[in-house]
Structure formats: structure tokens, C-alpha cells
């Protein structure tokens, strides 16, 4: 019986020190994907001199933790292609996200035109029947011809976005001889209707990139791509534009400013 005893004690002392273990883990993980949050804000701002990151032992000092956390973080940062180690320099920033403003509505050419041209390439284009949720969306009865617009946008040469449009085809057909490969279609829009555009309804969410939509993109299958669902209105409350819009999640950056209304 008392060797029964010692052995059970043990076992208790064994499970004990496993589970203390996966806690520290746990902390350990859980501190390095605060830090990984920190250190991704700060290279997507230009923080770092050079886009090189401080030493793994400057950064556990300056954060407080410890140089296993930082490599974790750093890892989940590597994960992400956000970083790079290069022998002999460091761990480096190698990618770029350009910042979108969600509280102004413009087109991609006037968001980004502080980063370089945006360029479309128009893959299709022409009328076609609205399905059902988008004549509903857009006012139109069921099985109405609208205009419907692919588009894949680059910056930089690289692709940026995979844009579905639908327009009501009154206003659509004015379109079809428009030079959509290097104009926003809100430009185009408020040109051919003589209005200004007034507001629109967004919807942002994280999607997985089907086959089609990652090939066009060069992302690899099953990425994330944020997808922008957007309703522009005429100032006057038309609706004249739905967009499906998949954004390149390693490539681009939401942000907004938000009041606090009482």
C-alpha cells in the first residue's frame, strides 16, 4: 500500500509538472502574438529605420519578456511574409500593405494615389441578368439587365484587388465605351450622370480565396482575402453601383475613424 501511495504521489507530481508546462506555453504563446500585434503595426508604419527590426535581446528588453517570446513573434510575423531573417542583417520588413480608408468614399486610383497608379485590367464586361439578390439591392425587377464589370487591379504592377461590378444598365451602357483601365468607375459614374455620388453601405469580412479568385490574384488557394461588399448611392438615394471586391489581405490595410455617438 505505501508503494501504491509513492507512485500515485508521483503520478500526481508528474501530471502537475505537464500541465504547468502547457501553461507556461500557453503564456508564452499568448504574450508573442501580443507582441507580434505590436511589432506589425510598427512595420507596416515605417517605425523601423531601414525596415530593419532591433536585435531579438533589444526587443525582449524593451518589451519586458523573454527572447523565446520575441522568436515566436517574430516567426508568427515570418508566417504572415511580413518579415524576412537575412543573414548577416537581421530580421527585415519585405512587405508592403497601403492603407484604405474606410471613412471617405473613394475609388481605389483616389485612395491609393499617394502609392503609385492603380491599372485595371477589364476581364470582362457587358450586360448580363441581374440575379436576384442584386436587382434587389439595386432597385431593379427581377431578371433585369444590368452591366456587369471584372476587374483586376494592380498597384505597382502587383495585384491588389479582383473588383465584381453590377450598374443599372441605363446608366451602365454610357459606360461600355469609358476607359475603365486607368479610371475609377465613381469618376466615370458621376460623369455620365452628371451627379455626385452621395453614400454607400460596406460590408468587410475575411474570405478564402476560391480557385478562380487566387489564380487571378497569384495568391495561393485557401488564402485570405478581405472581401469588400459595397452599395453606392447617387446623392439623390439611387443605388448605381454594387461591388463584390476581394482584396489581397497581405497587400492592403483597413482603417477608419470612429465617434462614439450619445
Not at 202 to 209: C, K, P, Q, R, Y
Amino acid at each position: 500500500m505505501p508503494s501504491d501511495r509513492i507512485r500515485d504521489h508521483a503520478g500526481q507530481g508528474a501530471a502537475t509538472t505537464v500541465a504547468a508546462h502547457r501553461a507556461r506555453r500557453r503564456l508564452r504563446a499568448d504574450r508573442a502574438r501580443q507582441l507580434a500585434d505590436l511589432l506589425r503595426q510598427q512595420a507596416l508604419t515605417g517605425a523601423f529605420p531601414g525596415g530593419t527590426l532591433p536585435h531579438e535581446s533589444t526587443l525582449a528588453t524593451e518589451y519586458g519578456t523573454s527572447r523565446n517570446t520575441v522568436r515566436e513573434a517574430l516567426d508568427l510575423l515570418r508566417a504572415e511574409g511580413l518579415v524576412e531573417r537575412q543573414p548577416g542583417v537581421g530580421t527585415v520588413v519585405v512587405a508592403h500593405k497601403y492603407p484604405h480608408g474606410l471613412d471617405r468614399l473613394m475609388g481605389l486610383a483616389e485612395t491609393l494615389r499617394e502609392h503609385g497608379q492603380v491599372t485595371n485590367e477589364v476581364r470582362t464586361m457587358g450586360p448580363a441578368p441581374a440575379p436576384a439578390p442584386v436587382a434587389d439591392r439595386l432597385r431593379l425587377a427581377p431578371g433585369t439587365d444590368v452591366l456587369y464589370i471584372e476587374r483586376l487591379r494592380r498597384l505597382g504592377g502587383l495585384p491588389l484587388s479582383l473588383d465584381l461590378t453590377y450598374i443599372p444598365l441605363d446608366i451602365g451602357t454610357e459606360l461600355l465605351g469609358a476607359d475603365l483601365e486607368n479610371t475609377d468607375v465613381f469618376r466615370l459614374l458621376e460623369a455620365v450622370t452628371g451627379r455626385h455620388l452621395g453614400h454607400a453601405e460596406i460590408t468587410l469580412e475575411a474570405v478564402s480565396a476560391d480557385t478562380h479568385s487566387a489564380a487571378v490574384l497569384e495568391a495561393p488557394r485557401g488564402a485570405a482575402v478581405l472581401m469588400l461588399e459595397r452599395l453606392t448611392h447617387l446623392a439623390d438615394g439611387r443605388p448605381v453601383d454594387l461591388e463584390f471586391i476581394r482584396f489581397r489581405g497581405d497587400r492592403i490595410t483597413m482603417s477608419g475613424l470612429l465617434h462614439r455617438t450619445r
